[in-house]
């Protein structure tokens, strides 16, 4: 179990890496006072544009995908949570350090980027079903919270249809996961659903130069 823990606060920890407030720092703004105040890439392509947003999301996505596929089979080779559940921790540690970042007095983003890293290393075509949904909801209407909440709402299903489909071992945990992670991203966006009730949400459109 020990090395399960280890692989529970490394993965914590490369989670918790503040890389939008690392960007805004290096462009000279501090994000918590600046767009959303979120520390996630969708305020940073907000307020520094693409320069900063693209590595930033990249990045984000890469912290869950490494502790998947790096961290936890080097560290946890015989759990009793077995292969796939020890992914599946850390997988969660890794989002929960993204939101609640020890770096940045417990503050983060929403977990999306770093969830589909996540996914992307456990059940890549789902993933890919939930970005081609984020995709048509966001060039619809233009809304990254409508967007975000649409892939998240589509990906336990779209993991059950690929875990069964490929006989994944341990599937049922996988689909469960979703689901909590599903759940936890619609809760991470209820002030945006507030917003778009009153109609106050902000679409996202791309800076001018201008603006920068």
Request: proline share 4%.
């Amino acid at each position: 179990m020990a090395g399960t823990l280890l692989t529970v606060v490394l993965s914590y920890l490369l989670g918790a890496i503040p890389t939008s407030a690392v960007a805004g720092r290096i462009a000279g703004t501090d994000l918590r006072h600046q767009g959303s105040g979120n520390l996630g890439s969708t305020n940073v392509f907000r307020v520094l544009g693409p320069k900063y947003g693209v590595p930033v999301l990249l990045i984000d996505v890469a912290k869950g995908a490494t502790v998947v596929l790096a961290i936890a089979p080097l560290l946890s080779v015989a759990s009793p949570l077995g292969p796939t559940g020890v992914r599946l921790l850390a997988g969660l540690a890794a989002i929960i350090g993204h939101v609640w970042s020890c770096f940045t007095g417990f503050k983060g983003g929403k977990g999306v980027a770093t969830a589909a890293g996540v996914f992307l290393a456990l059940s890549p075509f789902a993933t890919l079903a939930g970005l081609i949904v984020w995709l048509a909801v966001f060039l619809s209407t233009r809304y990254v919270s409508i967007g975000s909440m649409s892939a998240a709402i589509v990906l336990p299903f779209a993991v059950a249809v690929e875990a069964g489909a490929r006989g994944l071992p341990q599937s049922l945990a996988l689909v469960v996961v979703a689901v909590v992670i599903s759940l936890f991203v619609l809760v991470m966006h209820r002030s945006n659903i507030a917003r778009l009730m009153n109609g106050s949400e902000s679409r996202f459109h791309r800076r001018s130069k201008r603006e920068r």
